[in-house]
């Protein structure tokens, strides 16, 4: 089974985080998200420290917003990073956290078409093309990766591969159905349920047939929530998060997990007055269970086939866990090797 582990913008430091990628690839993990998540530590710059120090796992951005970061520049980024490693950078597409980027004074306006307008500039861009497009939201006038006019004398920079793989995150069903008409792969949110995974399926083959695709060909890969036990930080965290993410869910999904009005109100209603530590406290064991994996090897070895049966191709752990590398060992004895 292919595994992947993420790492979020703390609480692990650049070093550590350097440190347990070269544990992952030892143990033979399929790859490596690092998620770019305002106001922490730069995925980018993360992203080249674990390039330098890893040989041949993947590494794979996830999610970087073309709002907050220029399509071109993230072609830009993405090339020399897949320089550094030899050639194994994915790069996965999102919006992102809507409240955050509002706080940045960036407005998120046409999503689909910011991230289809993206997909193509960065096709584009790394194929080596000299690129003009005009688009509903962007603008590209004249650039070619590797040309500068003001060091055109120097050697030109090009693109170690011209078809780096682009995965789109997405959670609605237009987004689903646009990953799977034009995106490599599809990034499932962390905090999704096995009814989710089965329902954004549907709407990703429905994009997929609709560009003469088949779904096969699609990467399908998910963000999953997991702590080792219901009493360390990373349980706590994983709360907070459930929380978070039931607040700024549909109430329709969260319906079809089978909880009320009243259930996802209380959460909701405890965020806004309270913060996240008051929404955690709300948020149920039945909401924990359906939406993050809490307990030991079997139990995540069993969890983690039922999000595979419903369609997941790669499951990624995201753990806070403080002993990663204990999670590591369960995860090579218990999924990778089983």
Known sequence: MRVGIAFTGAPYTVRQIADYAVEAERLGLDSIWI???????????????????????????GVINPLTRNPVLIAQTVATIDEISGGRVILALGTGVLSLIEMMGITVKKPLKVMRESIEIIRELLKGCKLNFKGEV???????LGLNPYLSLLKPFKPLRTDIPIYLGAVGPKMLSLAGEVADGVLLTAGCSTNYVRWAIERLRSGAEKAGRKLEAIDVACYILYSPNETGIAHKVIKGFVAFSVAHSDPEILKRDG????????????????????ASRRVSSDMVETYSIV????????????????????????????????????????????
């Not at 106001?39 to 993947?58: E, G, H, N, Q, W």
């Not at 962007?138 to 070619?144: A, D, H, I, N, P």
């Not at 079997?298 to 999670?327: N, S």
């Open 259 to 278: 909880f009320t009005h009243e259930e996802i109100f209380k959460v909701r209603d405890a965020l806004d007055k309270y913060g996240l530590e008051e």
């Open 138 to 144: 962007f603008e590209v006038r004249g650039v070619k």
């Open 35 to 61: 998620a770019e998540d305002y106001f922490l530590r730069d995925s980018v710059s993360v992203m080249a420290y674990i390039s330098a120090v890893t040989k041949k796992v993947r590494l794979a951005f």
């Open 295 to 338: 307990g030991g090897p079997r139990k995540l070895r069993e969890r983690i086939i039922e999000y595979v049966d419903a369609g997941v191709k790669l499951p990624i752990i995201m753990t806070f866990e403080p002993d990663l590398g204990r999670v590591f060992k369960m995860v090579k004895k218990y999924l990778i090797e089983s």
